[in-house]
């Protein structure tokens, strides 16, 4: 198993409920992360529709396994099979009649690796009117080692990352809609789940202005001692970095946080 990885992350603006230009903007960044190489593309929160909760009606699809399933979750599926490499972002899906903000992933062949369903709803862009929160933390187990899934608001849950690095995990995927005026709390969280957890966080911003929000993008990669390997600004900016997944081990024996672990006094605690 190879622990090296190339990663582009894709930092575009998402116009609200017109996934067809959205989808055009994505292939565009996918084509060219191809071009150079990476093995995944990263693609922000709900980057086919931007916040149209209240259209999910039309807008969401179901969940494909395959190109052939069709729908928008089949078009996603269908470039990384175009190109070659993995493929992840979230977007809207219809379940059973409910609604779900997923972050898939899609393998070079097409085929559907795993896919999460934020668990966290964000009340102040109105989510918890209009989606159904998960109910699963995903962990995959990837060619360069396992990953764990998160959206946006998640990332205020220190629990379920560290659920993650205790099961394993030395990745964390992230996509988000991160807003103005929070710009200081997405850095410092970023660095902070990497450093608590001593792994790499990958986490993709959009920018742009939907209704009120303004979404400033600092798309990053954070390696386990808390840098910032490549981050963007506040413009469409795609990001291309290789990481080298043994780094998160090399920290792990340096500060052995994990094997100082008292969790039997954190359950006498309640905590």
Not at 135 to 158: H, N, Q
Not at 210 to 224: E, L, M, R
């Amino acid at each position: 198993m190879t622990t090296e990885i190339t990663l582009s992350l894709a930092q575009i603006d998402c116009r609200i409920a017109d996934p067809e230009a959205n989808f055009a903007r994505a292939a565009a960044m996918v084509a060219e992360a191809a071009r150079r190489g990476s093995n995944l593309v990263l693609l922000p929160e709900l980057w086919s529709t931007a916040y149209a909760l209240d259209q999910a009606a039309t807008l969401a699809s179901p969940l494909a396994q395959t190109p052939a399933d069709g729908g928008w979750f089949g078009r996603v599926a269908q470039m990384a099979a175009d190109h070659g490499l993995y493929v992840a972002g979230s977007l809207l899906e219809a379940r059973a009649g409910r609604f779900s903000n997923c972050l898939s992933l899609y393998a070079p062949d097409g085929t559907l690796v795993g896919a999460y369903r934020k668990m966290h709803l964000f009340r102040l862009m109105d989510e918890e009117k209009y989606l159904t929160a998960g109910e699963e933390s995903v962990i995959l187990d990837l060619p360069w080692g396992k990953t764990g899934l998160a959206i946006c608001y998640d990332l205020r849950f220190p629990e379920l990352l560290r659920g993650y690095a205790l099961a394993g995990a030395r990745l964390m995927l992230i996509p988000a809609e991160w807003p103005h005026p929070r710009r200081t709390h997405w850095q410092t969280l970023l660095r902070a789940r990497a450093i608590e957890n001593q792994c790499f966080v990958a986490a993709f911003n959009r920018i742009g202005t939907t209704g009120p929000a303004t979404f400033f993008g600092s798309s990053a990669v954070i390696d386990p001692w808390g840098e910032a390997l490549v981050e963007a600004g506040e413009t469409e900016a795609l990001l291309t970095v290789r990481i080298d997944l043994a780094l998160v081990d090399t920290v792990r024996q340096r500060i052995p946080v994990f094997e100082d672990r008292r969790p039997e006094l954190y359950a006498r605690s309640g905590l």
